[in-house]
């Protein structure tokens, strides 16, 4: 055999290794540890969960992530799993991406392959009533719901919430598009039959627990020399509309307000909600304002603010759930 032949078969022979070991890597994952372990990893971690890059730079920028030395990540269909801790409290946390589809696949992966306690979500929204929140405000919504879900009707129907006859300009007449009504979503449970559900509220005692650990938070007011005009406030108790469109359309916000007492507007508490109340675990959302519907988008300075108060609110709340133990057999 020449001496370039046995170069290729002795390069062949290390990348199978490589790659026997990568696979050995990957089944030894923390997540069978902890499935298996008597004791071993006695403690139960929270969920961290974000959409956007812009959520993940606030959370690398406030230096209080600290990622496992032994095992800081997992990837799973393609999203990557971060094992660490935020300010010593033992966290899991993910990226998504967006929209409805992306975020419940991730969440629903992370319940299923790790040992969590429960899911928090801080991400970005648009107010949409700007006596309540504005840009750099935190929302913490009691409940939300999927609001894009459409049984789009005939022209002339009688039925239908959104007439788009209401909307036309300069003044309400007729419309081709008709109109909407708006749809229950199905959600399944594993101790009950599925059921046609709308407002998701959120877990009762951590909603509670965050109006607690949030009576007193520091929010911040300005990013590299962008400042918000005031104090950025905690909101407690709204109600959340989540579509796969962002809504930056005053009026259809005006039309969600007004409808469906909603405040904000994003593309992913609810599936947040859906996800975690059909797996009966606890969650809780801490939504960051990044604009008002229908006005000039927010700069980016101000929309990474909403996104830092939105994580630090989310901390704060993580720092003060004791970390439950897993009972040891
Ligand atoms: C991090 O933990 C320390 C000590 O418990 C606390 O004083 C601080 O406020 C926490 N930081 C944030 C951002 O919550």
Known sequence: MSSINLA????LGLLLVTAQQSMQMSLRNPTAEIETSNCKIAFLRLGLVFTSDNNEKALLDSGLYEADSENP????AGRR???GTLNNSLIIYVKTGSHSVNVATAVQILLLRFRTSGIIFFGSSGSLDEKILVPGDVAVPKAVAFTGVWDWKKFRSEEGKLVFGDFNYPENGENLLGTVEYQKINMFSPHEAAKEVFWLPITTSWYNAATEALKVCQSQKCYSGK????K???VFGSKGSTSDFYVRNKAYGDFLNDNFGATTADTASASVALTSLSNEK???VFQGVSNVAGET???SGISYLASYNAFLAATKFINSIPTPRLACE
Do not use: M, Q, T
């Open 8 to 11: 290729v078969l002795l390069v």
């Open 73 to 76: 990540s997992v990837d799973i």
């Open 81 to 83: 799993f971060h094992i």
């Open 227 to 230: 400042c918000l005009p005031g």
């Open 232 to 234: 950025p406030k905690v």
């Open 282 to 284: 606890l969650f809780v």
């Open 297 to 299: 988008n927010s700069e």
